[in-house]
């Protein structure tokens, strides 16, 4: 039997598509363990939970972003009919089940990525484009950007890795609302409300503070190539005009020219 007659192995069948279907499937349980223990609906906590599995098995594209959605509307939800449950006792949301939910999340989210990326492509296909076809220089045809992530390139600690970071992040996001929390609102502001503006206010200039060291960074490693063309690329937007106009001379003077020529 050659090796071209040999049948490919079934997706499902490989470790990695294996790992990342498991890891998305736990995250999910995770997930419904931490809504009941904050008293969510159980049907409308299963509907979502059914969804999110439905993607992991047809590999779905907008599996997490529905995902995301119904937990909003789950949320939502919830707080409109809380006035008829909030003197319960439990029925405040626990910090450590949200802790829970936070990193379930984002398992699921980075888990479901790599897997589409093992099951359909990493980027959606441009249909413009097709497939190359004919061989380069001679020895092996071209790569093509249609192709999916290579089953075998996810190492043994990749899936661990992943949901140790999504619990970390949880576990730091918790503690440093708790902290954000803990610091009480001036006179005239409800506690709410302090709160939102302080979380706009770090996380603005978190991002602002980033952004401006990666920018730097980027400027600072950039080759002396990459430099010119930015130089370039600001000449030519303060004289887009000026070159527009003298392009039209040329053009024009060009033209002028071959007619005098034919004329003659």
């Known amino acids: ?15 990695a598509v294996r790992g990342y279907i498991i890891l998305c499937l736990t995250a999910l349980m995770a997930m419904i363990l931490a809504l009941m223990e904050n008293d969510r609906e159980l049907i409308n906590i299963l509907l979502v939970a059914g969804m999110g599995a439905l993607a992991v098995i047809t590999y779905w594209r907008i599996g997490t972003p529905l995902l995301l959605l119904g937990l909003v509307l789950l949320e939502v939800f919830h707080r409109l009919n809380r006035p008829w449950y909030a003197g319960l006792p439990g029925a405040d949301d626990s910090p450590f089940m949200d802790a829970v939910l936070c990193a379930a999340v984002l398992a699921y989210a980075a888990g479901h990525s790599r ?3 093992l099951g359909h492509t990493a980027f959606p296909i441009d249909n413009r484009r097709p497939p190359p076809t004919g061989p380069r220089d001679g020895r092996r045809p071209p790569p093509d950007g ?3 992530r290579s089953a075998h390139l996810p190492g043994p600690w990749e899936m661990p890795l992943l949901a140790l970071t999504a619990a970390g992040w949880a576990v730091a996001v918790s503690l440093w609302w708790l902290v954000l929390s803990s610091l009480s609102p001036p006179p005239g502001l409800s506690p709410g409300t302090w709160h939102g503006m302080l979380l706009i206010f770090v996380v603005g200039l978190t991002m602002a503070v980033l952004w401006g060291a990666f920018a730097y960074l980027d400027w600072f490693t950039a080759t002396p190539e990459e430099h010119l063309l930015f130089l370039q690329d600001q000449a030519w937007r303060e004289t887009r005009l000026e070159q527009n106009r003298i392009n039209r001379f ?11 020529k034919e004329k003659s």
């Open 146 to 148: 249609r192709r999916r």
């Open 115 to 117: 897997l589409l990326s």
């Open 250 to 260: 040329v053009v024009w003077a060009r033209l002028r020219g071959q007619r005098r």
């Open 1 to 15: 039997m050659t090796p071209d007659s040999i049948p490919p192995t079934p997706l499902r069948s490989q470790p």
